[in-house]
């Protein structure tokens, strides 16, 4: 994800409407959930190398204005003040930059992702303004941000009027809408905004960069209506992609017409664009209205409408020709005809849409024959044949009428599931006063003929009305509102895991002691792994704490604890969880391990056996079994099967499965110590993050799941010389090859003294320097305390031409105390300038006077006024003071809470309803949270129950407001203890 934003312009688009799909246009089916796609995301294109490419020349800008053609604007017009103007890209909204984000909240999100694939779609001359600028030259010469900001990027901060929009990011998609303002009504976003993000975008900046050091230009938006306004934007990119190409298709095959292209750049959504190209589309059968056209019943329809008077019916007939052998064939085939035209009509369909809207379309699920049949069928055997498709998981939707306004995702998800299982049916029901409304309107109103008209003529429009609503319509609308559904359902499902991955990744660690991961098991015993308190392995063991030998185990535990210091352990929430809490909480209770202060917590292993299987484990633990290397864990379960058959060696399978599970321990031991350093380790979609994950689309989540993950990590900071090469992959403007040349060069020339020496690595250009060198740290220790090591020699002449242009760059030879903060080196130039200013130095950072000296400043002269002073933004200002008042090491994670350490257990069965409890939630889904509160089992807080007067502020945006690891006070509604289920009321968030 590390390239997500710089190639968001450069996604490959996806096919909206293959020419193999079926055809909607004659007696259409159901809508079907779609199947999950491998769909291209921003962060799935890899960057092009810029080597060994002879770059274009470049046309000057007179010139390049002159070949700039603007397309029609059509539909989409919003009636404006005779004051308001367009908005630059490079402008932020004039006025006080004190208010607070201006950013509307939608209560219902759009759709997330764009279905299908790309297979082969055509970029036409009116796209050439889609394609991003490519990055510099890796090995480009030397690079600075010594100059202030404002050279840069313009803010409309002290402007009182908005400048007008530039051109290229107006129109430039070829459609007959404008981006900016479809853009804008899509995300709820204002114009501005839309604007610059999309300027940022095409200059490849980053989500995590934007967020921090753009702020005035986004309006102060968040990382997740960034990343918003990101997908949509790609949306429309690739429904203007497609657009183009069904257009070349056409025009190919011959049958492009003026309006038929103006239908097509109308359209704004996937759906739109099937509806108006499915007729066209090679391979499909032929249409009732194309074959009518074929006949040249095409004329007799348009006069139909213009010309009632002069139409007369007999004379197109042709006898012994098919569809013109009689006045009841031609008829019908004007009849297919106008129905057609009217299906098409934007003007009627944006009507029925708003008959919709104004009425009770509801949606109804039943269970189908099959499986009512599979059920009797399963429930007089012993064992289910199809244990997959267990009927009885879709009992709630087996009879279930929503109107579509109240259905709910999880609602949504569930039923599209039962549907693609064949366990379920779905129809759309439309209030037959749509069709009745529909009717009256299109022959009184749009369709009603020009001149006076005959009784029969009159019938056969209305008829053509009725056939259009039947036959096209109706499959029209429920297609779009089975799509909307699930595209909203998606998009809040897929929000729930982000929002849920964020707040597990920004755990504030606990650091300073040594800690023992503990992997419970019953069998196969306990696998143990202690750690320093910097995350080194001490020592590794199995235990067997529940059996025979407990006594002589306790021993064991005891000793390696006093051994090694360790006082906290933390326990895996896996099999045997519980037993091995109990085991524990009783030796603490009998002060086993004194003078130790032992103490616990319980942690989500979910992914641990994933990592303990993977490449980092095995460079954390070499003498992990090379067996196991590229193994699955499922791999050594099915040796336990050759184990039982006498087929491998017993000794030799419990040696590798204990050497595996210790990595687990290892895992679980480090979630707690550092959080985000561990996790990323693992694939997010592992973590145990949510619920849904398999009926969203899989591309959609990853690349959402990735963006959180580099946002988290770019945010927290990393130590360029202490951080682990997975890590760094995560930062905003480093891929994983540069990750790796990171490492590289810094196991060759050791540990890097200052930002500036990043340049020196091999493929870091400057606009991969500009995203990440604000998010890396160079915190000071002893070996950055003085002058840096001089650069590397001169290579040998074949290394030296790879490297072409690195020896030349000049770098600083000190250490730069500016480097361990989050200030951005674009703003050192303005940070030395504030500095003077307050009588202040940059070895003084965090300390006391400096931070007294900067609020003394601020009391006295304010922020806006400081910021001109020193000409820069009130915005950047403020990051410079957080930069320059936070003491060295800083970490945000600590505003965030820990992991609960506890001494003692509570049993379900001591719970009463009525008690009042704290816990912390462990999960969240679209249902409700689920909390830990001790006693075993999770309670659930249904979403009921969170009303607005219980949550913070802050916290009221979104319908699920609690996340993962925050701290709340419940009250027991209800205790199931013999089916596990505890029911909890929310009484307040806790701080």
Excluded at 162 to 189: A, F
Excluded at 315 to 331: F, K, M, N
Excluded at 574 to 588: K, P
Aim: glycine content about 6%.
């Amino acid at each position: 994800m590390s390239r997500r934003a710089r190639t968001a312009v450069k996604v490959s688009y996806v096919d909206l409407v293959s020419d193999e799909d079926s055809n909607h246009g004659d007696n259409e089916e159901e809508w079907k959930p779609p199947e999950p796609k491998a769909v291209p995301s921003a962060s799935a294109v890899g960057e092009k190398k810029a080597s060994g490419r002879t770059s274009k020349p470049r046309v000057p800008k007179d010139e390049a204005r002159k070949r700039d053609t603007k397309p029609p604007k059509a539909g989409l017009k919003r009636q404006k003040p005779a004051d308001e103007a367009n908005v630059e890209a490079g402008d932020v909204q004039p006025g006080s930059t004190e208010a607070g984000p201006s950013v509307r909240t939608k209560e219902e999100r759009m759709s997330f992702t764009v279905s299908g694939s790309d297979t082969g779609a055509q970029e036409g001359s009116s796209l050439a303004g889609l394609t991003a600028k490519k990055e510099e030259e890796e090995d480009d010469d030397d690079f600075t941000f010594e100059e202030p900001a404002l050279k840069k990027q313009k803010t409309g901060c002290q402007s009182s009027v908005e400048s007008k929009q530039p051109r290229s990011v107006k129109g430039d998609l070829g459609m007959s809408w404008d981006l900016i303002e479809v853009l804008s009504t899509l995300t709820c976003v204002e114009r501005w905004v839309c604007a610059n993000v999309v300027k940022l975008l095409r200059e490849e900046n980053t989500v995590p960069f934007m967020v921090r050091y753009r702020k005035e230009m986004i309006n102060r938006m968040d990382a997740d209506a960034v990343r918003d306004v990101q997908l949509v934007y790609e949306e429309l990119c690739a429904l203007a992609k497609k657009t183009q190409s069904v257009i070349n298709t056409l025009k190919k095959d011959g049958v492009l017409s003026t309006e038929l292209e103006k239908s097509l750049k109308r359209c704004r959504s996937a759906d739109e664009l099937d509806h108006v190209y499915t007729p066209y589309k090679k391979g499909c059968k032929v249409t009732k209205v194309r074959k009518a056209k074929a006949l040249g019943l095409e004329a007799a329809a348009t006069a139909l409408i213009e010309a009632p008077h002069t139409l007369d019916l007999k004379t197109w007939i042709q006898p012994g020709t098919e569809g013109l052998s009689s006045v009841e064939e031609v008829s019908t085939g004007v009849l297919h005809i106008l129905a057609y035209t009217v299906a098409k009509d934007p003007e009627t369909l944006t009507y029925v849409k708003t008959l919709c809207e104004n009425d009770d379309v509801r949606l109804h699920s039943a269970v189908t024959k099959t499986a009512l049949k599979e059920k009797e069928e399963n429930s007089q055997q012993a064992a289910p044949k199809n244990k997959k498709q267990d009927v009885d998981k879709f009992n709630l939707y087996f009879d279930f009428n929503s109107s579509v306004q109240r259905i709910q995702p999880h609602q949504t998800l569930a039923i599209n599931r039962g549907e693609s299982l064949k366990i379920l049916t779905v129809k759309m029901h439309i209030p037959d006063r749509v069709k009745k409304n529909l009717v009256w309107w299109c022959i009184n109103n749009r369709w009603k003929p020009k001149s006076h008209a005959r009784q029969a003529h009159q019938a056969l429009i209305k008829d053509s009305v009725e056939d259009a609503y039947k036959r096209l319509i109706v499959p029209f609308l429920s297609r779009t509102y089975r799509t909307k559904l699930t595209k909203t359902a998606e998009k809040e499902s897929v929000a729930m895991f982000v929002r849920n991955l964020r707040q597990r990744l920004l755990v504030c660690p606990v650091r300073g002691c040594a800690m023992m991961g503990v992997d419970p098991g019953f069998r196969h015993g306990c696998k143990l792994a202690i750690l320093s308190p910097t995350g080194q392995i001490l020592h590794t063991d199995v235990v067997y704490l529940h059996g025979s030998r407990n006594d002589r185990e306790a021993e064991k535990l005891r000793h390696l604890m006093v051994k090694y210091s360790c006082s906290r352990v933390v326990i895996g929430n896996g099999t045997a969880c519980r037993e091995t809490e109990s085991f524990f909480a009783d030796l603490i209770a009998k002060c086993y391990f004194h003078p130790l202060d032992v103490s616990y917590c319980i942690t989500n292993e979910a992914g641990a056996s994933i990592y303990s299987v993977s490449p980092e484990a095995v460079k954390e633990m070499p003498d992990l079994d090379p067996n196991l290397r590229s193994a699955e864990t499922k791999v050594v379960w099915s040796q336990e099967v050759s184990m039982e058959s006498g087929a491998a060696d017993p000794s030799d399978i419990l040696t590798q499965r204990s050497s595996l599970s210790q990595a687990e321990g290892l895992s679980i031991g480090r979630r707690v110590q550092d959080p985000l350093a561990e996790l990323v380790k693992i694939d997010p979609k592992h973590i145990g993050i949510g619920t849904y994950q398999h009926d969203v689309s899989s591309a959609a989540l990853k690349a959402a799941l990735d963006g959180v993950v580099q946002e988290c990590v770019s945010f927290v900071g990393v130590d360029i010389n202490t951080c682990s090469e997975i890590l760094m992959r995560h930062v905003a403007g480093l891929s994983a090859g540069r990750a790796r040349n990171i490492a590289e060069w810094r196991e060759q020339n050791g540990p890097f003294c200052n930002r500036e020496q990043l340049k020196l690595v091999k493929g870091m250009g400057p606009k991969s320097y500009q995203q990440c060198a604000g998010f890396i740290r160079i915190n000071q220790t002893g070996h950055s305390s003085g002058k840096c090591a001089p650069p590397p020699a001169a290579p040998t002449q074949a290394a030296a031409k790879k490297a072409k242009g690195k020896s030349s760059v000049i770098v600083a030879t000190h250490f730069n105390p500016l480097d361990q903060t989050c200030i951005h080196p674009e703003s050192y130039l303005v940070t030395r300038r504030f500095l003077s200013l307050i009588g202040g130095n940059a070895s003084e950072i965090g300390s006391a006077r400096l931070k007294q000296s900067v609020e003394q400043k601020v009391a006295s002269c304010g922020v806006d006024e400081l910021s001109r002073t020193v000409g820069t933004t009130p915005e950047t200002l403020r990051l410079i003071m957080d930069g320059l008042t936070q003491p060295p090491g800083f970490d945000i994670r600590q505003d965030f809470g820990q992991e609960d350490f506890k001494r003692g257990i509570v049993s379900i069965r001591d719970l009463q309803v009525g008690a009042v409890l704290t816990g912390r939630v462990e999960n969240t889904c679209l249902f409700g949270a689920f909390v830990d509160i001790g006693v075993g089992r999770s309670g659930l807080i249904h979403k009921s129950k969170m009303t607005l007067d219980k949550l913070p502020v802050s916290q009221r945006r979104r319908s699920l407001a609690l996340g993962p690891g925050e701290r709340v006070e419940v009250r027991v509604l209800d205790v199931d203890a013999a089916r596990g289920r505890i029911s909890l009321d929310l009484i307040r968030v806790l701080p």
